[in-house]
């Protein structure tokens, strides 16, 4: 008998056997991810409580077999399910409790296996003026990965990490921590207060392997009174930096606090549909001369047909409010860019439509009911729909299903490159120029946003689209993802995130940093059996 054998029967004992997976369709499944990997997942793990956690990982320590937790698993494009080395997946998708949930000062307390699309219909019961902050993913993920991996959402709490508090975190040898005031019974201010007194440790498991967490407070915007949102284009690349410097300005001056996008036109085009493989006779990447056609043809939106279109929004207090914010926007933002439009929506219109264009049994939407300006505006709204997930089958010679989008599944190939780059025009040209460059010499079309959720920096993500199943197409991607990622460190453009392929690919550091943090791994996992690996 193995150790894995061993502790799969010990976790049985205290799980249940039904929450102990090992069939080799589901362990294969789980293996799966967006681009080639190699890892083995031996079983899954499925705790239902802080407690079974707490467990779960005494018996990984007593029989020395690594734990990979998950909280929905839907990492795509960085690594969805496959662990950064070989390690038995702790699944926390059963513990989806919304613990907690106060109007008036705007935050619910929540579990790993809690989703965006869980949160905003509860809120929606509760007839609530809160709304949840969306990501360009499916609103099935869960709001916990994805501050564990310092994400970004849409709108003004859209720097994930920076509006949450009070997490409970199962170290690795079973100990329980609660951070900032919620280690004291009986606080009042554990769920308000991101600090606390003394040093803050939050900080330590947020990509990182130091620790599981089970439960979090999250912070969540009130809806304004009105709310705009702007969508603007520029139709020449040379305006891209003059264009940046000003939303920079804005986002500091406060006149912008909103997330700002900037979605180049091969992104654009993504998401409206899928690659034109006989246009192409099946060559790619895409010609400048098919993707003007694409562009007059096939815009969705009006503004949106330049080589760079943006989105923001602004939530003003009253109509006059409003009408200040707009004509401020009109003088700062209008002589910068070539197309701008303002829509203004009324929350309950809003959600009346996506009720209109659910299916009530399957809860899918059906996306020929909503036009793609409806989807924009709806992620401000914290409205979810699919995100922009269709992307991931651009490349794909079948076509993208209408409901039920599972990239892992059907073999769409995606890789994300994130590196964060100052908020000015010259460092975004710079590393815009790097990415495009190395994209088409792999053969692919330089895909990109670029997202302002900060007001000093800007986090890059560059696609890597294509077609798992099509020979070659995998090891050109990685190729491609780690010859990018190289040139963008060597010019000090380095990523906010990591693939689990590239945890150890960064350039050297100066300083103590990772002795440091291995002497605290060595000391809160001694028999290192957390996500051996990931961001060591
Ligand atoms: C088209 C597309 C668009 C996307 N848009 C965005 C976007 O706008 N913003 C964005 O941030 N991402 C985006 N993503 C990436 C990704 O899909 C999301 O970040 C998603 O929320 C992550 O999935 P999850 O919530 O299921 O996290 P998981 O896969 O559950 O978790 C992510 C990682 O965090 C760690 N982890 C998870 N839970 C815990 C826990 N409880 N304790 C300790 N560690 C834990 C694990 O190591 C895990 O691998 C996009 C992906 C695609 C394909």
Redesign the pocket.
Known sequence: MNNYTEAMMTWKLILGSENVLNSPEVLKSAETATFQTAQKIPLIIRPGNREEVQSSLKIANDFGTPV????????????SRVPVKDAVIMD?SRMNGILDYNEELAYVTIE?GVSCRQLYHFLREKKSRLMVSL???TPD??V???V??R???KGQYADRYANVCGFEVVLPTGECLNSGFERFDGAKAGKVNRWGVGPVLEGL?SQSNL???TKLTLWLQPFPEVLQTVFFSVSDEAKLPELIDTLRDLRLSGAIRSSVSLLNDYRVQSELGQYPWERMNNKSPLSPEILRTMKAINTGMETWDGVWNGETALYSLSAAHADADEAHLRKVLGPKVDKIIFHRQNLSSMADLLEQATDPESGNIDRQKVTYTECRMLGFMGIPLA???P??YWKKRTPTPASDLN?DRDGCG?IWCSPTVPFNGKDIEAASEIISRTMREFGFEPNLCLNGVTDRSIDITAAILFDRDIDGEDRKAIQCYNKMLGRLCTEGYIPYRLTIHSMDALLEEKGDHTAVLRKIKRVLDPVNIL?PG?YE
């Open positions: 990979y937790p998950l909280s929905t698993g839907k990492n795509w494009g960085l690594g926390l790993p990501t360009g993913s993920a869960s916990i990965g994805n564990m991996e994400g970004h959402s498991f620790g599981v967490v995100g922009s997930v992307i991931t990239p995606i996500a990931r």
